[in-house]
């Protein structure tokens, strides 16, 4: 029996084919069962890919179906209406000012015009409000709403709300008292280990949830996004247990941060993994909104609020000594593989086998040159700024485990890479350099085990 698609993979499949391809009927047909339940985000891009095809009959009877679906989010919801073409204008823009309000900071509310909403969108704006938990504005439409079943309808919103960490100031109930203090109990931490040469690192988030406080493991990928989401109830003495054998095992760095900083360390994983077409975790979807990890602003590094960071880009030096970086146990599981390794150790082979003789100087000039070259290319396929920006979170991690000397470094040979017109870093030649060494180690091994054509049996 056939595993069922995931609503990012069958979003992901609807949005690559149209009403003139076969299959569009029967996919179409399963985004109509799922998309009550789907997330927003989901329902939006379903919405967009439909609004391409005004002049195909059955997609705009999908448009309808959509727009009338009891779970059609709010955003969702007035981009359908827009398509369809025969709402009311000024409703979508009344359902609009709900989404420009959620995005500020603060902002006052028409409660006349919440209620004067159709049923059907009065849910979606109160789900809206729930999802990005604006227990104020919430607030201030229980405080005038006209009848119990309204009031009742708003309450469970708040719940939702409350249940997220968000209290009510006065207990009652009711009224535009409804705030999101800060709270001793509410706990709030961040923890992430510095990541490895191909952008993977463990994130901690310890955070108040429904009212109770979660641990969250995630290992993200800055290029994959989030690959593991793993959350568990997790009292206080606890989860202090756990930060500190980690923090105890010789060869486990781990930091506490900002917890902003680390929500946008995993956002900005997630964006890159769904650039690249990746479906992402779907635990950790279900759980980012909770989080704070969907509505997380960018910010600038916290590294610049230790360290200079022009000083630093000026610094050509500390760039150049690189190299050095390699004997920190931060650095010593790193590796840096050549993109065509096949290739890559037959042009070495040639230059170490050269007919032509060679003084040993000409010979290590030419290695130089070849690790040199491929360092680059490696680097360049990932991409500079990706490579960058793991040795600045890198840089962060030596800062705070208090060894500033190779944090300087590290940064300064991160942000060389912001000058294509420099040379390499010697830190990336050199890591192709220990990585070539290590698998010639390895192969050498292999070569001298069990003869096979015996197979594998060693006889006297």
Not at 101 to 119: Q, Y
Not at 149 to 165: D, F, N, P, T
Not at 416 to 434: I, M, Q
Request: hydrophobic share 40%; aromatic share 6%.
């Amino acid at each position: 029996m056939s595993k069922s698609p995931s609503d990012q993979e069958l979003v992901k499949r609807f949005s690559e084919i149209g009403p003139d391809d076969a299959g569009f009927p029967g996919l179409l047909s399963q985004v109509e069962r799922r998309f009550s339940r789907m997330l927003v985000e989901d329902q939006v891009q379903v919405a967009e890919r439909l609004s391409e095809f005004k002049e195909s009959e059955t997609a705009m009877d999908a448009v309808r179906a959509f727009y009338d679906a009891p779970g059609a989010g709010l955003a969702a919801l007035i981009l359908l209406g827009r398509v369809r073409g025969d709402v009311d204008p000024g409703l979508l823009e009344s359902l609009e000012t709900w989404l420009g309000l959620c995005e500020e900071e603060g902002g006052e509310c028409d409660p006349s015009a919440f209620f004067s909403l159709p049923a059907k969108m009065r849910r979606a704006v109160l789900d809206h409000l729930a999802l990005w938990l604006r227990a104020d504005l919430l607030g201030r439409l229980a405080a005038s709403a006209p009848d119990k079943g309204q009031l009742k309808a708003i309450k469970k919103a708040l719940h939702r709300v409350k249940s997220q960490g968000v209290e009510v100031a006065d207990g009652s109930g009711l009224g535009p008292a409804y705030l999101a203090p800060e709270r001793d109990e509410f706990v709030d931490e961040a923890y992430f280990t510095p990541p490895d040469a191909s952008g993977t690192m463990f994130v901690f988030l310890y955070r108040t949830v429904f009212g109770k406080n979660n641990l969250f493991v995630i290992l993200v990928n800055d290029q994959d996004g989030v690959i593991k989401c793993e959350g568990h109830e997790t009292p206080v003495p606890k989860f202090r247990r756990i930060i500190e054998s980690t923090r105890q095992n010789p060869h486990a760095i781990l930091v506490k941060s900002d917890p902003a900083f680390v929500r946008l360390l995993v956002k900005q994983a997630e964006a890159s993994g769904l650039k690249r077409g990746i479906n992402q975790n779907r635990d950790y979807l279900s759980s980012r909104r909770a989080l704070g990890v969907a509505d997380q602003e960018s910010s600038p590094h916290p590294l610049w609020g230790r360290l200079d960071r022009e000083e630093l880009k000026n610094e050509h030096g500390l760039a150049h000594r690189s190299g050095e970086l390699l004997e920190h146990r931060l650095f010593e599981g790193w590796s840096l593989h050549a993109v065509e390794e096949g290739k890559f150790m037959v042009e070495l082979s040639k230059i170490l086998t050269s007919p032509i003789a060679l003084t040993e100087a000409q010979l290590q000039e030419r290695k130089r040159e070849l690790f040199e070259q491929e360092a680059r290319t490696a680097v360049e396929t990932d991409g500079r700024e990706t490579w960058r920006d793991r040795l600045l979170n890198c840089a962060l991690v030596l800062y705070e485990i208090g060894d500033h000397d190779p944090a300087r470094m590290t940064a300064a040979t991160a942000l060389a890479l912001e000058d294509p017109e420099r040379p390499l870093p010697p830190f990336f030649v050199e890591l192709l350099e220990r990585t070539a060494d290590l698998e010639n180690a390895d192969d050498e091994e292999e070569t001298e085990g069990p003869d096979l054509d015996r197979g594998g049996i060693v006889t006297a």
